[in-house]
């Protein structure tokens, strides 16, 4: 055999690994999605938001997602919570194929499958009803009967320290009370997905907090998978997994863990990591690239261990 068959058949199989990693992904990734794409089209000009943007979260997991304004982070999150739909690829939610399912099926899933949180409290609350009738009206929406929708909302109030709150009008809470009576109507109907798009964003620093805290308690206690849409650094910084989207495709992840050292200390860890897509893409952090002035064009060498990157010169003087 020939070395370009010898190529041929090493990418052959290595496709084949991918697939294969890719299928095994989707059976036990909550939330999957592969080579998604998304494209506006206005007044004749196509605007790609998503890029081939490949994510997978896990059940449980606490992530939040961080990105500039018009890296995609958005659009995202409305595909994932059926507000959207994408122009091709894959997006898989809870085993719900989001780009195969009819209009029904997409109400039922927003009403039972994923909630969702947006950052303005008048687009999550009915200013006219009390903090348990905003929660028990999805209930009502989905066919729950009188006495689930009189004992869920009481439940989750008290969870999220609003136990006083319940027969007040909404209208007299307060900012961070608000929005967290929001995470209770998104939880109403025991959704596996919760979405959150900037839900602190209007929010004092120490009111964010407690709506922060709400949620790291919606994921502990009722194992609800979290995925938090901000620009907070308190919020990105104290969840275990943070993933950041550029230019319509995943960057990097930070994730973080506790060390303990010889001395029996814990501290916090946070490594940060380049995301390597299915394409092979890889987006290289711009200090990076400035540091080194690469542009256009780069030189790679295969190591035992790595991979040098060089810029388009002699790859001797740039070591």
Known sequence: MSAIDDLIAASKAAAGGREAAAGAAADTAI??????????????VETQALQGLDLQVQARELTALVGASGSGKSTLL?????????????????????????????????????????????????AHRTAAENIALPMRLAGAGRAARRHRPAELLDLLDLGDCAHRLVTDLSGGQQQRVAVGVALANR????????????????????????LRTVNAELGVTVLIVTHDDMVSEHVRRTIAIRDGRISTEVLRRTQTDDDGRAAQ??????????AGRLQLPGEFIGALGLRDRVRLALEPDHVGVWPDRDPEQAR
């Not at 939330?31 to 004749?44: A, H, N, P, Y």
């Not at 994408?86 to 029904?104: I, K, W």
């Open 31 to 44: 939330i999957f999605c592969d080579r998604l794409v998304r494209i506006f089209s206005v007044s004749g």
């Open 191 to 214: 959704p596996q997905v919760l979405l959150a798009d900037e839900p602190t964003g209007e929010l004092d620093s120490e009111t964010a907090r407690d709506v922060f805290a709400a």
């Open 269 to 278: 860890v946070a490594q940060e990591y380049s995301v390597l897509d299915r």
């Open 78 to 126: 409305n595909i994932l919570a059926a507000l959207d739909q994408p122009t091709g690829g894959q997006a898989r939610v809870a085993g719900h194929d989001l780009l195969g399912m009819g209009a029904r099926e997409r109400l039922g899933y927003r009403r039972s499958t994923v909630g969702f949180i947006w950052q303005q409290t008048s687009r999550n609350l009915l």
